[in-house]
């Protein structure tokens, strides 16, 4: 069975300073790996995949995530946070294979003035 | 273009009534999914449509759920005999097929039970 794991429950972090939202997965065959963003009040909406290809992949908002195969982890990453950043945030993994896309428990994310 | 809507946004039951939760999806896309969020909680699969079939229930909870879809369009999550643990956020989601397609989030459907 694949699974998804955001160690953090919460993250904080100063506007300005970079950030790091933490994922682990575990599944068989290829994975393919997602991040989503839930702003209050709102929908989830699709951040950034990985696929296949280059190991640093570019998402929206200035949002970027690296795939590291070895230690199986897909870590959201942003060099400087805005205040407007402030969200709970979604590790997904789907194998190239099944019908599941399994999420993660969510990371809420604070950045501080 | 339209993106997924569900409906109601919000609603509130007795214990022990059935719901019925409402999903389109986007035009076009072929597979549909729903999922539960509980208070401060992470998703929980529920059920997965490709077309009009359900190749995946297995995240219902038990016999209480059931959906259905109709072609490639509306679905419908019913819960009978509803009960205060069903309390959550249930989220539809749609996408193109394949597993390298990103899923389109409806606001979901606030559902309480008191």
């Known amino acids: 069975a694949q699974s998804v794991a955001q160690p953090e429950d919460q993250v904080n972090v100063a506007e300005g300073n970079p950030l790091t939202v933490k994922c682990t997965y575990s599944?068989?065959?290829?994975?393919?790996l997602f991040w989503y963003v839930q702003y209050p009040n709102r929908g989830l909406q699709f951040l950034l995949k990985?696929?296949?290809?280059?190991?640093l992949v570019k998402g929206s908002y200035g949002f970027e995530a690296e795939f590291n195969k070895s230690q199986t982890s897909f870590h959201l990453k942003k060099p400087s946070a805005l205040v407007s950043d402030s969200a709970l945030y979604f590790c997904?993994?789907?194998?190239?294979?099944?019908?599941?896309?399994?999420f993660g428990g969510g990371t809420r994310l604070m950045v501080k003035p | 273009g339209a993106g997924v809507s569900q409906s109601p946004s919000n609603k509130v039951t007795e214990k022990g009534k059935d719901v019925e939760l409402r999903c389109d999806p986007i035009?076009?896309?072929?597979?549909l999914y729903w999922y539960r969020q509980r208070l401060g909680q992470g998703l929980e699969f529920l059920i997965y449509?490709?077309?009009?079939?359900?190749?995946?229930k297995s995240g219902l909870p038990s016999d209480r759920f059931s959906a259905e879809r109709t072609g490639e369009s509306v679905s419908t999550l019913t819960i009978q005999r509803t009960q205060q643990e069903d309390s959550a956020v249930y989220l539809c989601?749609?996408?193109?097929?394949?597993?390298?397609?990103?899923?389109?989030f409806g606001n979901g459907t606030r559902l309480t039970v008191t």
């Open positions: 989601a749609s996408s193109f097929q394949g597993a390298n397609s990103p899923l389109h």
């Open positions: 599944v068989s065959g290829n994975p393919y």
């Open positions: 990985y696929i296949t290809g280059d190991n």
């Open positions: 997904a993994v789907h194998n190239n294979a099944g019908n599941m896309l399994t």
């Open positions: 035009s076009g896309h072929t597979a």
């Open positions: 449509f490709q077309g009009n079939s359900a190749p995946d």
